[in-house]
């Protein structure tokens, strides 16, 4: 399902809606606010969270040496709903300390709801990554890690599709 430019607003909501994870990784983000506000012209009532503030508040009361193990009980509390949701700024998916697996944390949550999540990282010849090879936070998606996944460049996502 990876990479496949939809032009039309229904077409992709029909497609990742029949999926067994309904999330669609918005790639090649120019400007985090304009893309906020194509999305929620395009997908009324669709909440918004900066993913990065939300869950690093709720680890503020764990102890360091318990952060691992509290992330994704907190990751998930935060994900569940039934409204499409829009994550924002989720660097702190790829911090080390928390032990996390980005994109499988994602691909759970969004079992029971769609997430249009906004990808920092760069999308290219069906390969997603995050950071640069050397970099500890450095994740590399490839097509089978992506394979019930909606990948589109931000670009497509306008007030028109």
Partial sequence: MTHRLLSHRSAWLAQIGASRHKLVLLTGVQDTSVAIANVRRMVPGCDVLNLSLALSQR???APSHRRPTQAPILLADLLQGQEPLLLYAIEILFDPSLQLE?????QAASRSRILLVLWPGAYDHHTLTYAVPDHPEYRRYGPDDLA????IPAA????EA
């Fill in 59 to 61: 680890l503020l009361d």
């Fill in 148 to 151: 019930d996944v909606l990948v």
């Fill in 156 to 159: 497509e996502l306008t007030p």
């Fill in 102 to 106: 980005p994109l499988r944390a994602l």
